[in-house]
């Protein structure tokens, strides 16, 4: 069965650090582009960033560029999302999804697999 | 940046309902549409991708068309199954950005 898990939420004060994992299994991880996107509480999607398969290309939404990274482990099948600098406005329920690209990532085919999330409250 | 406008923002059906979702882009994203349905406490699932490709396993009763900055999402009977929110989503490939809409939340009429 193709899956992600998400790990690594919780309670973090303003300007704390955490990091998120996401475990994948039923399928060749290393062959996959990976996303995180988050959903603020109450609120909409939000594409947060996107990493290649071999991790040498990685591309952010603004708000967090220069505060988050993402980047995977192909030999033990994870992604992680390092997020320094914590904002209030990072309070979410994160999650991992694979996207589909093809033709040196000109096409898109949308994010086929999701994790269940992992929620994220940043708060004093 | 390109933005995408979902509308409306609200909309109440009754089961057997033919319902449309439109969303707008700030500029042309040829055919690099998506679109998802979510229910509350669960993780967005893919109905549509290319703007009118059927995502395997379904129902042929959601369907999607459109190109440029116009797209829309047709369910043409609504089910009780199918209340939920719906987003599209797009993809830049000049900036290799994804973009989702504001949402559509279908509900019991």
């Known amino acids: 069965e193709v899956q992600l898990v998400e790990s690594g939420g919780g309670l973090v004060q303003p300007g704390g650090s955490l990091r998120l994992s996401c475990a994948a299994s039923?399928?060749?991880?290393?062959?996959?582009?990976m996303s995180w996107v988050r959903q603020a509480p109450g609120k909409g999607l939000e594409w947060v960033a996107n990493?290649?398969?071999?991790?040498?290309?990685?591309y952010y939404v603004d708000s967090v560029k220069g505060r988050f990274t993402i980047s995977r482990d192909n030999a033990k099948n994870s992604l992680y999302l390092q997020m320094n600098s914590l904002r209030a406005e990072d309070t979410a329920v994160y999650y991992c999804?694979?996207?589909?690209?093809?033709?040196?990532?000109?096409?898109?085919?949308?994010?086929?697999?999701w994790g269940q999330g992992t929620t994220v409250t940043v708060s004093s | 940046d390109i933005q995408m406008t979902q509308s409306p923002s609200t909309l109440s059906a009754s089961v057997g309902d033919r319902v449309t979702i439109t969303c707008r882009a700030s500029q042309s994203i040829s055919s690099w549409l998506a679109w998802y349905q979510q229910k509350p406490g669960k993780a967005p699932k893919l109905l549509i991708y290319k703007a009118s490709s059927l995502e395997s396993g379904v129902p042929s009763r959601f369907s999607g068309s459109g190109s440029g900055t116009e797209f829309t999402l047709t369910i043409s009977s609504l089910q009780p199954d199918d209340f939920a929110t719906y987003y599209c989503q797009q993809y830049n490939s000049y900036s290799r950005a994804l973009t989702f809409g504001g949402g559509t939340k279908v509900e019991i009429k």
């Open positions: 999804a694979r996207p589909i690209f093809a033709a040196q990532y000109q096409d898109y085919y949308g994010m086929d697999v």
């Open positions: 039923g399928f060749t991880f290393s062959s996959y582009w």
């Open positions: 990493i290649k398969q071999d991790g040498s290309e990685k």
